[in-house]
């Protein structure tokens, strides 16, 4: 977290050296603070920031993917003649345990189109999940599984 501080810090150096605090300026600051920390990176033990900063990217990549399926999903189902839907709602048992992951497995699971997270249990092991089509309660619970669950314990742990 220390070296994204000192990330951003470079950024905001830059744009204050050439004068514009445009946000693509400052978006070319963020980028070559971050090629200068890599070519430090042995010094400051920066091999980690940059891998997490990998993962980050392949979620972010993932939650496109998964938007623009379930739009199409969604989509089909709202425009095909007779609707075959069996809505509902059904459990999650997390694997991730700290509010952050939780909250951000919420948000992404809400932003998807034909779910939304419901609530939390108290103990904070089950999610509950309201889905448009819950004909293969299995299947949905393996794609959150395997696709956000996986990639945010990659990129946060």
């Given amino acids: 977290m ?13 744009t ?6 445009s946000l693509a300026n400052m978006v070319l600051g963020f980028l070559l603070g971050s090629f200068a920390l890599y070519l430090i990176r042995e ?3 920066s091999l980690g920031y940059f891998r997490r900063g990998v993962k980050i990217f392949s979620l972010a990549v993932l939650f496109l993917y998964e938007l623009v399926l379930s739009a199409s999903r969604v989509a089909k189902l709202v425009l095909s003649p007779k609707m075959h839907l069996k809505p509902g709602i059904f459990s999650y048992p997390l694997t991730v345990d700290r509010d952050f992951e939780i909250t ?6 809400t932003l998807t189109p034909g ?12 999610l509950f999940v ?16 395997e696709g956000f669950e996986r990639k945010i314990m990659e990129a946060f742990r």
């Avoid at 220390?2 to 830059?14: C, F, Q, R, S």
């Avoid at 309201?130 to 299995?138: G, I």
Wanted: net charge negative; charged share 20%; hydrophobic share 50%.
């Fill in 104 to 109: 951000l497995l919420a948000n992404l699971i």
């Fill in 130 to 145: 309201h889905a448009l089509d819950c004909s293969d309660v299995e299947a949905l619970r393996s794609d959150i599984a």
């Fill in 115 to 126: 779910t939304l997270s419901v609530d939390v249990s108290e103990d904070r092991k089950t």
């Fill in 43 to 45: 010094q400051v033990g």
């Fill in 16 to 21: 204050a050296i050439t004068g514009s605090f």
């Fill in 2 to 14: 220390t070296l994204y501080l000192i990330n951003i810090l470079l950024a905001l150096v830059w």
